[in-house]
């Protein structure tokens, strides 16, 4: 069986602050290739160009941080995009409560939890077919840069539900996996 891993639901509610979105996109993970934050930055100057005045942080870092930095710098969007680095996880739920739209444009996922906790936080997320997202509710998924675009433009030009959406909490994959081992015949 695959159990799919639950979030601290407790902890994000804590973090909560109605009706206050001022990031207009953010992408949170591992700055490495297997991320695609190219795509991320390229994207992002696209709707840039169609969405006057957006603000996008990413929060993150890995080995391609100076790189991507550079090409934020080269395609002239260092006013647009804030790069916040590696912060604490509670401060990344924060941001996640202020923010409209995830974008991740990660090449693979097993099970990603920055989306799961982005769509707790109530942001519909814009993302390859990759991972595990639940039922799909809330999730965009875009195999194509122009795809990408269109989604954020769309999701930013309309009123967003940022009704949070808890795929499952870390109490019910604990009894999911309990549930499992007794089934097995295992002594806990």
């Excluded at 795509?39 to 969405?51: E, G, M, P, Q, R």
Aim: charged share 20%; aromatic share 10%.
């Amino acid at each position: 069986s695959i159990i799919p891993w639950g979030i601290d639901w407790d902890n994000i509610e804590t973090f909560q602050e109605p009706n206050y979105r001022d990031i207009d996109i953010i992408g949170v993970g591992s700055l490495t290739l297997l991320k695609d934050y190219d795509t991320f930055i390229d994207v992002v100057a696209s709707v840039a160009n169609l969405k006057k005045g957006i603000k996008v942080i990413v929060v993150g870092d890995g080995i391609e941080c100076q790189r991507l930095m550079e090409k934020t710098d080269q395609l002239g969007l260092h006013h647009i995009i804030e790069w916040h680095g590696k912060v604490p996880r509670n401060d990344v739920i924060r941001m996640m409560w202020r923010s409209r739209v995830f974008f991740h444009p990660s090449r693979y996922e097993g099970q990603g939890y920055a989306t799961m906790e982005a769509l707790a936080c109530g942001i519909p997320v814009v993302c390859r077919d990759t991972g595990y997202y639940g039922n799909g509710v809330n999730v965009h998924i875009a195999n194509s840069q122009n795809a990408m675009v269109c989604h954020i433009v769309n999701l930013l030009s309309s009123p967003i539900d940022h009704s949070s959406i808890i795929l499952k909490t870390m109490a019910q994959t604990v009894e999911d996996f309990i549930t499992l081992y007794e089934q097995k015949g295992f002594a806990l």
